[in-house]
C-alpha cells in the first residue's frame, strides 16, 4: 500500500512540473507585465521563462539603432527584466516591483 501512495505521489509531482512553463503560461505572464508596466516604445520582444515552481523571470527588450556616424546598425536592449511569484495566473511579486512607466 505504502509503494502505491508514493508512486502516485511521484506521478503527481511528474504531471504538476510538465504544465510548468506552457506556452499559454508564458502569454498570461507576459500579458501581465506589460499591462503593469505598459508598451515601451520601440518595443522588440518580451520573453518569459519559467525558473522554477513559480518563479519566471520576464524580460523587455527594445530596438535601438546605432548613433555613430561610422556604422548605421539595429541593436537590441533589455531595458527590463523581472523575477516574478505567480500563483493562480496572477503576478503576486515581482523583484523590482513592476511600475506604470509607459
Not at 527588450?61 to 539595429?74: A, G, M
Request: with cysteine; net charge negative; aromatic share 10%.
Amino acid at each position: 500500500m505504502h509503494q502505491n501512495s508514493l508512486e502516485n505521489k511521484v506521478q503527481q509531482v511528474i504531471t504538476q512540473k510538465s504544465k510548468l512553463g506552457s506556452a499559454d503560461d508564458k502569454k498570461i505572464v507576459i500579458n501581465d507585465v506589460l499591462e503593469a508596466l505598459g508598451t515601451p516604445p520601440k518595443l522588440y520582444e518580451v520573453t518569459a521563462c519559467n525558473v522554477f515552481e513559480d518563479k519566471w523571470r520576464v524580460n523587455v527588450w527594445i530596438k535601438q539603432w546605432s548613433e555613430n556616424e561610422d556604422v548605421v546598425c539595429q541593436s537590441y536592449s533589455m531595458p527590463h527584466s523581472f523575477f516574478c511569484t505567480v500563483q493562480d495566473n496572477w503576478i503576486v511579486d515581482s523583484n523590482p516591483k513592476i511600475e506604470k512607466l509607459y
